[in-house]
């Protein structure tokens, strides 16, 4: 009776942990992307520093370029859960894209870190794409609306 009760008992925390720990793990993996875009947001914004404009090329190898980053086939970066960094010059709503893969959470979809212009500078908001986003609940506290 007793090992009924321990098993039961066991059943019920697994039942529990095994999707928060998989919520923690995609939030994890968000995180690379928000963390390997920051040299591309410090870079966009001295750029607007110093040129009061952004970057307009439509070649993003030509806007890595002009800021002075590393560029391949992969954009800006990558990395185990991120497959392509890009920066895209819309002129009502310039962005830096991030696209994931990995679990089914995040596999093919897209963050949006949209430029905000606040007086001289650049702020930064944090946000899923609408066709493709990342599902909100597994946003960072820094991108939740």
Known sequence: MELMIAVAIIGILAAVAIPLYRDYTTRAEISEGLALVGPLKSAVGEYYAIHGDLPTESNWYKVLEALG??????????????????????????????????????????????????????????????????DPRYLPASCKP
């Not at 590393?70 to 010059?89: D, M």
């Not at 990995?102 to 609408?130: H, Q, Y």
Request: net charge negative; with cysteine.
């Open 69 to 134: 980053m590393p560029h391949g086939n992969e954009g800006a970066a990558s990395g185990r859960y991120v497959t392509r960094i890009y920066w895209h010059n819309d002129a009502d709503a310039p962005a830096i894209y991030i696209r994931y893969q990995g679990n089914d959470a995040i596999d093919g979809k897209k963050l949006a870190l949209m430029a905000d212009f606040d007086g001289d500078s650049l702020v930064w908001r944090c946000r899923p794409t609408e066709s493709d986003g990342i």
